[in-house]
């Protein structure tokens, strides 16, 4: 009898997108060198996007969605990984052109593997997955740009989401006094025990003010939300201060005006997980199992299983989401 495993598989059906949990016959798999059983995936609002077709995420059907996943290798054709090795994939185009995590099999091309890092369980590994790399990212491009922690205060949109609490964890970390932008008042005492010396409500920082330049607040900004938020933030960056953009939860427009950048020499840096160097994935994971603390991470996790994604999904684009979304495919992990 031929084996199979369990997925949540995408189908278009009159123009809509469908999800359904199904049993698939392992044939089905895409090619790759490596089989991987996964223990974790995760639920980022890209996959939300995915699953629920609001965005155009997924060009081919039927598709197992799922940007992230951690697991034990099952069978490799590359010497360099082993049965049993623990490994983690971000991004690459898993879950977007290649099948993804949100099922118990995954093959995949070796280049896309990343050692387990030390110290870092599966299931916390995919606590951070792609919004904690992306919120890595974020905070290396400032560094990069010259914003330190002596220069004032760095503001965090969509503060509450998952990559903007983990960027809210790791600035805390780096030592700046960091301001959570959030719509969710309710999580104010969350975002403070993260490391926020202040949150603010996200309409000040989206309309700080009518003219093309407002006071100037932030020595840097970690974006999330991007339209109207981003274009309110550039207005209030300090003289040669810098935005890390990477979101789009508020929307994909910019409009905004040169002033920010020819008077005050403002920095827009955009900032890719899914492309991103595997250099630059090595020293992102290094610190973040090194930086993080885990019981922050834990206290911002919720764990569901496959079952409940498709019911979990939605609420990511209704703003219901706070924290991270691990998805637990092994029982055991
Ligand atoms: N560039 C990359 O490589 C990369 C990687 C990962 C994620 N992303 C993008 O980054 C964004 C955040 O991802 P995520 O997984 O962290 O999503 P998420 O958990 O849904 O967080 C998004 C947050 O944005 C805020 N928000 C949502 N809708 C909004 C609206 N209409 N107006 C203003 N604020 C709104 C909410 O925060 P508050 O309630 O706190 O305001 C929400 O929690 C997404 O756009 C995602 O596609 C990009």
Same mark, same amino acid.
């Given at each position: ?7 949540? +598989? ?5 123009g809509? =997108?469908?999800? &359904? ?12 060198? +490596? ?21 155009? #995420?997924?060009?081919?059907? *039927?598709?197992?969605?799922? #940007?992230d ?18 490994v ?7 879950g977007e052109?290649h ?9 995949? *091309? ?6 387990l890092p ?9 606590a #951070? ?6 919120a890595?990212l974020? !905070? ?12 004032g ?23 700046? &006094?960091?301001?959570a932008?959030? @719509? ?17 409500? $996200? ?7 009518p ?18 938020t ?13 935005v ?6 508020? @929307? +994909? ?8 950048f020819?008077?005050?020499?403002? &920095?827009?840096i ?7 160097? !595997? ?7 290094? $610190?973040?199992? &090194? ?6 991470l834990? $206290?911002?996790? =919720? +764990? ?9 999904? *939605? ?9 991270? #979304?691990?998805?637990?495919?092994? *029982?055991?992990?």
């Open positions: 009898m031929s084996e199979s495993f369990r997925a949540l +598989v995408l189908y278009q059906e009159d809509r =997108t469908v999800a &359904r949990i199904e049993r698939l016959e392992n044939e089905r798999l895409p090619a790759g060198e +490596v089989s991987i059983d996964v223990l974790c995936s995760t639920l980022n609002y890209k996959d939300a996007l995915a699953i629920t077709g609001a965005g155009k #995420i997924v060009r081919s059907f *039927p598709f197992v969605p799922g #940007i996943l951690a697991g034990r290798v099952r069978a490799s054709e590359d010497p360099n990984w082993k049965t049993g090795d623990l983690l994939v971000t991004g690459w185009g898993l052109r099948w993804g995590g949100l099922a118990e099999v995954a093959r995949l *091309p070796t280049a896309w593997l990343q050692r030390e110290g870092l369980s599966p299931r916390r590994a995919m #951070i997955g792609t919004a904690g790399f992306t890595m974020c !905070v290396m491009a400032l560094e990069r740009e010259g914003v330190r922690p002596e220069q205060e760095v503001v965090v949109t969509g503060a509450a989401g998952g990559v903007g609490s983990i960027a809210v964890m790791l600035l805390a970390r780096a030592g700046y &006094r960091v301001v932008s959030s @719509g969710k008042p309710e999580w104010s005492d969350v975002l403070r025990e993260l490391g926020a010396v202040e949150v603010v409500d $996200r309409k000040s920082v989206a309309e700080p003010g003219g093309p330049l407002a006071s100037a607040r932030w020595a840097g900004a970690i974006d999330t939300v991007g339209g109207a981003l274009a309110g933030l550039l207005k209030s960056i300090r003289y040669r201060g810098t890390a953009a990477c979101g789009n939860a508020g @929307g +994909v427009e910019l409009h905004t005006t040169v002033f920010p020819i008077l005050r020499g403002v &920095r827009l955009g900032i890719d997980s899914v492309q991103a160097p !595997v250099a630059e994935r090595e020293a992102a994971w290094a $610190r973040l199992a &090194r930086d993080l603390d885990l019981a922050k834990d $206290r911002i996790t =919720t +764990v569901i299983t496959l079952d409940e994604v498709p019911a979990v999904a *939605p609420r990511f684009l209704e703003g219901k989401v706070a924290g991270r #979304i691990v998805v637990r495919i092994d *029982p055991n992990a």
